[in-house]
């Protein structure tokens, strides 16, 4: 049972425009939700995290939205830049733990010149 | 500074082999946890290590599994008997302080490359 989903694999945008990835969670306890990217090769790098008294956090390019009540937060990226091609990972924390993070499948973005 | 590092990098191995994955976390982060990605999946908690001491185990899949941390730093992931569905990228990763509730830097966790698995 899959508590944080992804459900779109990939994502093309041209450079420049607004990227925006989603997420669904169906665990109403998670509390912090976190955005990893990842590089081929490489680890999950943090991006940018809500907490879930929050509605909205904004770090530069980057800006994630929670929606408690319909269990959906996204990732905004604007503009988008080739170097954000990337797969990006939802994860989730709480539920009764403080230290597991629960992940999603990820979305691969490929933003286009 | 140094981030996490993980050894090998690569690691294939017959199935019925023992392997052994290490993980050296960031200087000074007290917590340590092992995760792992299967082809196509998000990846999956195994382990969490606070200090020496792992809380919480349930996420190893089988009794094959184990890990320990010496030192509040190093820690390897040993598989026993090593079988094909064991292939997937174990990741490690390290956070600053105590594990807790809500939302605080410190909790940030920091992973490494990664190693991947493969049993032939």
């Known amino acids: 049972d899959q508590q944080v989903k992804q459900n779109s694999p990939s994502l093309s945008v041209q450079e420049g425009r607004i990227s925006i990835l989603n997420c669904d969670y169906t665990?109403?306890?998670?509390?912090?939700f976190l955005w990893y990217k990842k590089y081929p090769a490489e680890g999950p790098t943090f991006l940018i995290s809500?907490?879930?008294?929050?509605d909205k956090n904004e770090d530069g390019r980057f800006t994630v939205f929670l929606n408690k009540s319909a269990k959906h937060l996204s990732l905004h990226i604007v503009p988008s830049q080739p170097g954000d091609s990337a797969v990006y990972f939802c994860a989730a924390k709480g539920g009764g733990s403080n230290y597991k993070l629960t992940f999603g499948k990820g979305t691969l973005l490929t933003v286009n010149p | 500074g140094a981030g996490v590092s993980q050894s090998p990098s690569n690691k294939v191995t017959e199935k019925g082999k023992d392997v052994e994955l290490r993980c050296d976390p960031i200087?000074?982060?007290?917590?340590l946890y092992w995760y792992r990605q299967s082809l196509g999946q998000g990846l999956e908690f195994l382990i969490y290590f606070q200090g020496n001491s792992a809380p919480d185990k349930s996420g190893l899949p089988s009794d094959r599994f184990s890990a320990e941390r010496t030192g509040g730093s190093v820690s390897t992931l040993t598989i026993q008997r090593t079988q094909q569905e064991d292939s997937a990228v174990y990741l490690c990763a390290s956070s600053l302080a105590k594990a807790s509730g809500g939302a605080h830097r410190s909790d940030i966790q920091y992973f490494g490359a990664g190693t991947r698995l493969s049993v032939l």
């Open positions: 665990n109403s306890m998670f509390d912090y």
């Open positions: 200087s000074g982060h007290t917590a």
């Open positions: 809500i907490s879930s008294i929050k």
